[in-house]
């Protein structure tokens, strides 16, 4: 059994270019591109990378997401909360549940990790 999968970059691999679920414009028209790397043998977890260009979002989540941001910045303001700014370097996690928008500031890149089940 294999414990331990590194993961390898996206060259030669076709992302998915459609908006992920929940996801909605509001604002300019960001497009997106979500590469999965690799999903658990029990399908509970998928970990991947994920592009968006300048825009909007009211994002909807039904799982929890753990993220490592590598390149731009975002504000993401839960709806009826304070909006929280990320950028390239920081870490932070968004749980199942969350409804809100992804203002894209900057074009990002980052790494992500969904826990599925």
């Known amino acids: 059994m294999q414990n331990v999968t590194k993961l390898g970059g996206t060259t030669g691999i076709a992302p998915d270019t459609a908006d992920m679920d929940g996801w909605v414009k509001t604002a300019g028209n960001p497009s997106m591109k979500t590469w999965a790397l690799h999903t658990s043998a029990d399908g509970s977890m998928l970990a991947g990378v994920w592009e968006c260009t300048v825009g909007s979002y009211h994002a909807t989540y039904t799982a929890y997401e753990f993220v490592y941001l590598l390149e731009g910045r975002i504000t993401i303001t839960p709806d009826g909360g304070k909006p929280?700014?990320?950028?390239?370097?920081?870490?932070?996690?968004?749980e199942a549940g969350f409804k809100g928008t992804w203002k894209i500031e900057e074009n990002v890149r980052k790494y992500f990790d969904f826990r599925l089940k």
């Open 84 to 94: 929280v700014t990320v950028k390239a370097g920081d870490a932070f996690v968004v």
